[in-house]
């Protein structure tokens, strides 16, 4: 099946099917990792293939859960919820030199010359 196709199937399929859609992956996931560690899978390209697989119905379910809880809550709400953000400033520390082994190498230098 191609990726396309695939896609269009995901697509199609409303959230409980996605969620054993994605447990399936997960299981499937297991096995892949399983047949690695004992050294038996052949087709390795197939655990890349399984976990964008994961990645997509993640994604979908992801989308799925923001426009369902998008009407619920309008701009306003939003808006007056969340209080702008303080810019972030770094304490600066003083310039200082570490003091350890400083000693020996200017002792080190001075009996060289």
Do not use: C, H, Y
């Amino acid at each position: 099946m191609k990726r396309t196709d695939t896609k269009k199937a995901l697509a199609g399929k409303n959230a409980t099917e996605l969620q054993t859609e994605l447990e399936a992956l997960l299981k499937e996931q297991f096995g892949l990792r399983m047949q690695v560690a004992t050294q038996q899978l052949t087709n390795t390209s197939k655990l890349k293939d399984v976990r964008r697989g994961i990645a997509r119905v993640r994604t979908l379910l992801g989308q799925a859960a923001r426009t369902s809880a998008a009407p619920a809550e309008s701009k306003s709400t939003r808006a007056s919820a969340a209080p702008a953000a303080k810019p972030r400033t770094s304490a600066k520390r003083p310039a200082t030199r570490s003091k350890r082994g400083s000693s020996t190498r200017t002792a080190a230098k001075s009996a060289r010359a």
